[in-house]
């Protein structure tokens, strides 16, 4: 029942350093995010991806690359690491095109990887 | 303005205590409504879904108002167990995936 993996939980990166953050899900949903959390902030988009082959900036997208090469997959990568994106990272997930109203049609989230950049 | 707007808290509440929480959305599209719920440094989970009837779970209790664009969350006889940070949740369709966040108020119930 593993729902939706992310890895690292923890990773500490110098500025100007690269690193992918991994995503994978087993619920054959649909639509994969990538949100990061900040105090006072909330959850804000980053990028996300409707299906395979799919994928669309969110409210946040700079400094940040995903692909989705299966269903399954969505690595986020950070570019070139600055400050600014220390934060905590979640991966999410939903299955599209639920019916009106069904509870369902809800997201899922994995347990977040904290990243600091120093 | 912010699309998802909730009191800032924090809230302190005793134990037993009945605790509401608002919530609105600037968004009048918005056709599906959520409260998460959010434990400290862990990732949100579904509360539950708020309908336009409102519904019940156990302690919890979901009222929707479409025509003023507000939801809110009451739980009442308040565990120690309920302190977390409550997500309000609006997704602007059933068919797309745009989910818009409320920055969460936090919650601790005091023994």
């Known amino acids: 029942n593993a729902g939706v993996t992310q890895t690292p939980k923890f990773q500490v990166l110098k500025t100007g350093q690269s690193m992918t953050l991994q995503c994978a899900q087993d619920?054959?949903?649909?639509?994969m995010s990538w949100y990061r959390q900040d105090p006072g902030m909330g959850l804000r988009l980053i990028h996300y991806?409707?299906?395979?082959?799919?994928?669309d900036q969110g409210e946040v997208p700079n400094g940040y690359n995903v692909s989705r090469s299966t269903t399954e997959d969505f690595p986020l990568r950070l570019l070139s690491a600055a400050p600014s994106q220390t934060s905590v990272y979640f991966c999410?997930?939903?299955?599209?095109?639920?019916?009106?109203?069904?509870?369902?049609?809800?997201?899922?989230f994995g347990e977040g990887s904290w990243l600091t950049v120093v | 303005r912010k699309e998802v707007e909730q009191d800032p808290g924090p809230f302190n509440v005793p134990e037993g205590a009945t605790v509401a929480f608002n919530c609105t959305y600037s968004?009048?599209?918005?056709?599906?409504f959520f409260w998460y719920r959010q434990d400290c440094r862990k990732e949100p989970k579904l509360l539950m879904s708020?309908?336009?009837s409102g519904n019940e779970d156990g302690r919890f209790t979901a009222q929707l108002n479409r025509a003023s664009q507000y939801i809110s969350l009451l739980i009442r006889d308040s565990k120690l167990s309920d302190s977390a940070t409550y997500l309000c949740?609006?997704?602007?369709?059933?068919?797309?995936?745009?989910?818009?966040f409320g920055p969460g108020t936090r919650l601790s119930v005091l023994p």
């Open positions: 999410a997930s939903s299955p599209t095109l639920g019916r009106q109203g069904s509870a369902g049609n809800t997201i899922y």
């Open positions: 619920m054959n949903h649909e639509y």
């Open positions: 991806s409707v299906g395979a082959g799919i994928t």
């Open positions: 968004n009048s599209a918005s056709q599906s």
């Open positions: 708020v309908y336009s």
């Open positions: 949740v609006v997704k602007w369709d059933n068919y797309g995936q745009n989910f818009v």
